[in-house]
């Protein structure tokens, strides 16, 4: 199962007698799942169902389900005319024009103009939820497809960059035994040059200080254990991960930033630079990720 994004979009569309149905399915961020929809109120009743349908295969997203109903050109519905109804006010005008002489006769026209004599022949409201449903089917198997798309270059983006900080850290680590060294030479030679002027306090203070930023070997394994439990994450994708991935970047802007403030050298705080630059492009793709 591969990384999904939270953004997408599909469209399905179809007729179902003399209605054209037009039915969309859009998402974006959002910290959960969050199902609205716009349709006839004609619909409202299968809100339910429709629901459920799209929550069964997405976790995370604000997704908006819009659907249009239209009366086709061609398919104009059927006329029902009530006969029953035409007959008694062609009774009732007869009676009356008897009764009240000034009464006029109705036409055929003024019959067929009254409420109720012509109807349009009501759309099997069983079919059209019918229609609705498998085109939300429909939709929501591209809408799938393309979120999957989308998270598959979110997940190479990623990948590419956790690369480039793994090789970071590892030539950086590689590095600092000479990084260090170079380090106390310089000082060896300052202190030689100021020794007879620094009491041994002083002298055991800053020995001290400068071996506590030279500690770097905690920072350095979790910086290789959080870039490996992102790739492994990304990798395998095991149902919805975003929030997962977000608390790794966290993880890891935690220890690019302890690594920077223990620098000794320009190269240790170029590294937790570079390192947070590529934390900060994989957590903006991360917040796309379902």
């Not at 009732?92 to 009464?103: M, S, T």
Request: charged share 30%; with cysteine; aromatic share 4%.
């Amino acid at each position: 199962m591969a990384i999904r994004s939270m953004t997408g979009f599909a469209g399905a569309a179809g007729e179902c007698g003399s209605k054209r149905i037009s039915l969309d399915i859009r998402s974006v961020n959002h910290r959960y799942l969050d199902v609205q929809f716009k349709m006839p109120d004609e619909l409202r009743h299968l809100e339910g169902s429709l629901r459920e349908r799209i929550a069964a295969g997405a976790q995370r997203g604000k997704i908006e389900c819009r659907i249009q109903i239209r009366q086709t050109d061609t398919g104009m519905p059927s006329l029902s005319v009530s006969h029953s109804l035409a007959a008694e006010l062609a009774a009732l005008n007869d009676k009356w024009r008897g009764e009240w002489g000034g009464l006029g006769k109705l036409t055929v026209a003024d019959i067929l103009n009254f409420p109720g004599v012509i109807s349009a022949q009501a759309e099997d409201g069983e079919v059209l939820a019918l229609a609705v449903q498998s085109l939300l089917n429909d939709a929501l198997e591209e809408f799938s497809a393309a979120r999957g798309r989308e998270g598959a270059k979110l997940q190479e983006h990623i990948l590419h960059r956790l690369e480039a900080a793994e090789g970071i850290v590892c030539a950086l680590e590689a590095r600092f035994p000479q990084i260090l060294q170079a380090h106390l030479d310089k000082a060896r030679a300052r202190l030689a040059e100021a020794v007879a002027n620094i009491d041994d306090d002083r002298l055991k203070q800053e020995f001290a200080l400068f071996m506590q930023k030279a500690d770097v070997d905690e920072e350095f394994s979790r910086l290789k254990t959080h870039i490996a439990e992102v790739r492994r994450v990304v990798s395998e994708a095991q149902g919805s991960v975003g929030k997962q991935l977000d608390f790794l970047m966290q993880e890891l802007n935690r220890e690019a930033n302890t690594l920077g403030s223990k620098a000794v050298a320009a190269e240790c705080t170029q590294a937790s630079v570079e390192l947070k630059v590529l934390i900060e492009q994989m957590r903006e793709q991360v917040q796309n990720i379902e």
